[in-house]
């Protein structure tokens, strides 16, 4: 009987991974695309309210070395990054996307400033991997996975 339930979880699953079964309508492309230009223009405008709107309400954050960040702490996150710092650039690079029924996964680079109320600016790149879901009333941030890149090294 398990060789037959392997058998049957194996054939399930190369099933699910056959080509079909990731379908990226154009209309689901520019949903999630609208949605992303949204985020980005809320903390480019510092838009508090805007930003936590387009995310799931049980999203995820994931970042090295750190435990994920829950609802909860990716709210308090928010709230405090943009009353701590100004985001006059953030732009963002895709280097891979597609959709898997109510998931999209959108891959790529980032670079950004922030100008904290005191001191110097802060310019940051790395990589990002963000799954959106397809909620009630749009595509929302459900995972977001993000890792800086390391900074060039000066030759002397």
Not at 3 to 31: E, K, P, Q
Not at 85 to 97: E, K, Q, V
Not at 105 to 117: A, F, L, M, R, S
């Amino acid at each position: 009987m398990k060789a037959v339930a392997r058998t049957l979880l194996v054939a399930l699953a190369i099933s699910a991974c056959r080509r079909g079964a990731v379908v990226d309508s154009a209309a689901d492309r520019a949903a999630v695309d609208s949605a992303l230009a949204q985020y980005r223009q809320a903390w480019l405008q510092g838009d508090t309210a805007k930003a936590l709107g387009l995310i799931s309400s049980d999203v995820r954050f994931l970042f090295p070395g750190e435990p994920d960040l829950r609802a909860d702490a990716v709210h308090a996150l928010f709230i405090s990054e943009m009353a701590t710092y100004r985001i006059p650039t953030l732009n963002l690079t895709r280097a891979d996307f597609f959709v898997a029924g109510d998931h999209a996964v959108d891959i790529g680079t980032y670079e950004e400033i922030q100008i904290p109320k005191t001191g110097a600016p802060i310019h940051g790149t790395g990589r990002y991997m963000t799954v959106w879901r397809r909620e009630a009333g749009g595509w929302r941030i459900w995972r977001f996975m993000i890792n800086e890149l390391p900074k060039p090294r000066s030759t002397p």
